[in-house]
Nanobody, 124 residues
Framework: QVQLVESGGGLVQAGGSLRLSCAASGRTFSTYAMAWFRQAPGKERDFVAQISRGGVTTYYADSVKGRFTISRDSAKNTLYLQMNSLKPEDTAVYYC?????????????????WGQGTQVTVSS
């Protein structure tokens, strides 16, 4: 089992940047694939990015490709999401998730563990 706590959200102007962090507890962080999802008000939780257990393979939603970068630091048990060139449509609560997946897995149901979320608001 793993506990996840996100941080780094906030208010930023369009075109700006933010880096989200997700701190994982326990010694099993490296055994999980990790992902970021986001949920805007009144909408479903959408896949943003995924990274493999070893950090070698990454996947991105088309809407963030080229602007967002997912990474992980196993020594710090931390997952990151670097978000550049932010747009108002990126406004959402961002969640990190952990799961035993071995290929692209963009469905929330593939992930067993979730953080509480962090709010990202991009003003125009």
């Amino acid at each position: 089992q793993v506990q996840l706590v996100e941080s780094g959200g906030g208010l930023v102007q369009a075109g700006g940047s933010l880096r989200l962090s997700c701190a994982a507890s326990g010694r099993t962080f490296s055994t999980y694939a990790m992902a970021w999802f986001r949920q805007a008000p009144g909408k479903e939780r959408d896949f943003v990015a995924q990274i493999s257990r070893g950090g070698v393979t990454t996947y991105y939603a088309d809407s963030v490709k080229g602007r967002f970068t997912i990474s992980r630091d196993s020594a710090k048990n931390t997952l990151y999401l670097q978000m550049n060139s932010l747009k108002p449509e990126d406004t959402a609560v961002y969640y990190c998730a952990a799961g035993y997946v071995y290929s692209r897995a963009s469905s929330a149901g593939n992930y067993a563990y979730w953080g509480q979320g962090t709010q990202v608001t991009v003003s125009s």
